[in-house]
């Protein structure tokens, strides 16, 4: 199977890849999406129709790959955010589970 094009593949392939703003519009659907779908991390591929303009949402990702060369990309590291961001969820969870061991009188 031959990979045609994808975004991890860009540096051996010589295909260009650059950060895009979507139309405020995708912003508020694929917020909506994930809402709906209970995810809290990931990404969301869409296409435009362009024979009726429609914004067509596939590939739901509860955990998106990222692009080569991030920094240079979209103007962050990502690895470091997820990190940050898995870090204070399991501390989350963690002082979740101390309420409720001390509320409950110890472990069950």
Not at 39 to 62: P, S
Request: net charge negative; proline share 6%; glycine share 10%.
């Amino acid at each position: 199977m031959t990979r045609i094009a994808c975004p991890v593949d860009a540096p051996k392939s010589g295909m260009k890849v650059e950060g895009y703003d979507p139309p405020r519009q995708v912003i508020e659907d694929v917020e909506r999406i994930v809402e709906l779908a209970g995810v809290e991390v990931g990404g969301i591929e869409y296409v435009i129709d362009d024979r009726t303009g429609k914004q067509l949402y596939y590939d739901v990702n509860a955990l998106s790959n990222f692009v080569a060369d991030p920094v240079r990309v979209i103007g962050f590291n990502p690895y470091a955010r997820l990190a940050d961001f898995l870090i204070a969820e399991a501390q989350r969870h963690e002082a979740n589970r101390s309420e409720r061991v001390a509320a409950g009188g110890g472990p069950r």
